[in-house]
T-cell receptor, first 106, second 115 residues
């Protein structure tokens, strides 16, 4: 069993839709990270959070420490949001989810 | 302020050769982490280094792989006698503060292909 589970694995949305990606973890953590990886490209850190909620532009990340669960929301999705979104947790080590591949269709 | 730099971006090696991957952290960062992303798999932690010290190498394969972060110069991930299964994207990240739990900035990755 992976320490970090993400759902869905793949997601296709129409431009403008509200998107939610979920992440559950099974280890003790100090922080949870949401990363974005574009095809053939590098990795960008979107959020690092240890409690509550953070917002950056159209992106919102929430975490529930008691339930060991986090969500990444994208409001008013756009084709340029198409990427793989990776949830990772850090404590004694860094554990990654396998990613959610998002495609936003114009 | 340049971000994390990795070179080469693409590396092709034949089985049995050595691969050297370099990572220059962001200015002011003295902590470097290496990760491997195998085809169709997620990222996996390999090693965490501070200048001249290996802090955590629990994710490193026991043989053929080594890493260093000298006092001067980039961090180097070295793979000896490469095999086809080493083909992957290798990412490095750096942080200003110590520990896995601090914000890390990722480099663009080195894509290693072993023929």
């Amino acid at each position: 069993k992976n320490e970090v589970e993400q759902s869905p694995q793949n997601l296709t949305a129409q431009e403008g839709e509200f998107i939610t990606i979920n992440c559950s973890y099974s280890v003790g953590i100090s922080a949870l990270h949401w990363l974005q990886q574009h095809p053939g490209g590098g990795i960008v850190s979107l959020f690092m959070l240890s409690s509550g909620k953070k917002k950056h532009g159209r992106l919102i990340a929430t975490i529930n420490i008691q339930e060991k669960h986090s969500s990444l929301h994208i409001t008013a999705s756009h084709p340029r949001d198409s990427a793989v979104y990776i949830c990772a947790v850090s404590g004694n080590q860094f554990y990654f989810g396998t990613g959610t591949s998002l495609t936003v269709i114009p | 302020n340049a971000g994390v730099m990795q070179n080469p971006r693409h590396l092709v090696r034949r089985r049995g050769q050595e691969a050297r991957l370099r990572c220059s952290p962001m200015k002011g960062h003295s902590h470097v982490y290496w990760y491997r992303q195998l085809p169709e798999e997620g990222l996996k932690f390999m090693v965490y280094l501070q200048k001249e010290n290996i802090i955590d190498e629990s994710g490193m394969p026991k043989e053929r792989f080594s890493a260093e972060f000298p006092k001067e110069g980039p961090s180097i991930l070295r793979i000896q006698q490469v095999v086809r299964g080493d083909s992957a994207a290798y990412f490095c990240a750096s942080s200003m503060l110590a520990g896995h739990y601090n914000e890390q900035f990722f480099g663009p990755g080195t894509r290693l292909t072993v023929l």
